[in-house]
């Protein structure tokens, strides 16, 4: 660790000629050894004075230099005895206090600026720290307390008050490991496909399983790691909020209560890049094979569509498949929307139900405009997908005449989502899923 910290400062006192901290001003760069906490706020209300994807590039990198620089003073001033090796209780509170702090701020680094040019830096602390933590465990005791429910399983039913599992009855095509031809043969077809027993070779699955909560902690720093979350059913609930917090407190206040919850006391992470955060889980998964076969041009519905929307700006272009991690209780829900993006779902945890809509029946799901703040949301239905059939009418008296798919996703299996289908999805139980976009 001395090393790793030695380096880490040797490169944060002399950064590139051509490292966009350099356009920060000399005298705020000054203040990085000394003052990181200053300059981590200035770097922040930078950050929130642009609009996301507008932010300079110079104040990312300024918030991440400076997390890491606070963090190595953390682990020094906590850690360090003489020889250079990590020590024990050398601060009030013990490890964890210093520990605890650290991991935050690094992760703060990664959540708020993408841990802009230290990507590997701050991976490489973490788990110099997670190893340290492993090390100093203590053994399992040889005899466990019985309890009604272990403690190393998610629940396998769902503890949603009025949650259901609904009759399918316009099933979607389904297939067993079509080959790349077959797969390929399909989309030419422009309609979703379930595909069986897709993810048998994923150590997601079985060595290193993610329907393991001891699992997932241990690959979090015990815990440690911050995530962040949406609070509530749908982001399309007035209620609806979002905050970060540690990974151990998401799995015991949302993924393990002691009692159902109902939909105000729901937590989700979703469609959160976990795997940049937390590289080592990225190694328990593989990307599709079926992402790498050409989509057909578009056509038809679609088409139309997109030529509708050529004001719209164009999703960028993506050199390797996009992922994201979508972890959360029974009763979650994605509301009715479609993805900038050809889609694979992957279910490694638990069930969802999904419900598909054809471009072809935009005009009868009521698509959202733009919204306060100038937020684009014509992606999103107005339509609560499985709401009352009187308030369905009422309110939105075309949508149920539109016609869909439905499926109940299993462990193990993928859905593949074309471009522009619209796709509604429910949580049926705990759910961790993997989406995988490409174009």
């Known amino acids: ?49 642009f609009a996301f994807d507008a932010v300079p590039a110079c104040w990312r990198r300024l918030y991440t230099d400076a997390s890491v620089a606070k963090a190595v003073a953390l682990i020094k001033q906590g850690s360090f005895e003489d020889g250079g090796d990590l020590g024990y209780e050398t601060r009030s509170g013990g490890d964890e206090c210093w520990i605890d702090e650290a991991v935050k701020v690094l992760d703060m680094a990664s959540i708020m600026a993408g841990a802009a040019g230290r990507e590997d830096t701050v991976e490489q602390i973490i788990a110099t720290l997670q190893a340290h933590l492993h ?23 769902s503890q949603m008050r009025g949650s259901q599992i609904p009759i399918i009855r316009h099933p979607v095509t389904s297939s067993i490991t079509p080959s790349m031809h077959a797969f390929e043969t399909h989309m030419k077809t422009g309609h979703p496909l379930l595909i069986k027993e897709a993810l048998t070779h994923w150590p997601a699955m079985h060595e290193r399983p993610w329907s393991r909560p001891s699992y997932l902690l241990e690959k979090t720093c015990g815990g440690r790691r911050l995530i962040p979350v949406e609070i509530g059913r749908s982001y399309t609930d007035a209620e609806w909020g979002q905050s970060i917090i540690t990974f151990k407190e998401f799995l015991e206040k949302y993924m393990l209560p002691e009692e159902a919850t109902d939909a105000s006391n729901l937590g989700y992470l979703a469609q959160h890049d976990l795997f940049a955060q937390i590289p080592s889980l990225r190694n328990d998964i593989a990307v599709p094979d079926y992402c790498y076969v050409d989509p057909p041009p578009m056509k038809g519905a679609m088409e139309e569509a997109d030529l509708a929307n050529e004001s719209k700006p164009t999703p960028p272009q993506l050199e390797e498949p996009l992922l994201n991690a979508w972890f959360g209780p029974a009763g979650t829900v994605s509301p009715l929307h479609t993805d900038p993006y050809h889609n694979i779902l992957c279910q490694v945890v638990g069930k969802k139900y999904v419900r598909l809509y054809s471009p072809g029946e935009t005009d009868k799901l009521y698509p959202r405009g733009v919204e306060g703040g100038g937020v684009d949301m014509s992606n999103t239905s107005e339509v609560d997908a499985e709401g009352p059939a009187e308030e369905l009418d009422a309110g939105f008296p075309l949508f ?18 074309p471009l522009g289908w619209w796709h509604y999805v429910r949580s049926l139980s705990v759910s961790f899923s993997v989406s995988f976009w490409w174009h």
């Open 1 to 49: 660790m001395q090393d790793l910290l030695e380096r880490t400062e040797a490169a944060l006192s002399a950064p590139g000629p051509s490292d966009p901290i350099a356009q920060c001003p000399a005298s705020v760069l000054a203040l990085l050894p000394s003052q990181p906490d200053a300059l981590i706020a200035l770097a922040h209300s930078k950050l929130h004075t």
């Open 400 to 417: 149920r005449e539109a016609e869909y798919v439905e499926t109940i996703l299993g462990e193990g299996e993928c859905l593949y989502i």
């Open 135 to 157: 090390e100093k465990q203590p053994p399992p005791p040889r005899k466990r307390r019985k309890s009604a429910r272990s403690p190393d399983a998610f629940p396998v039913t």
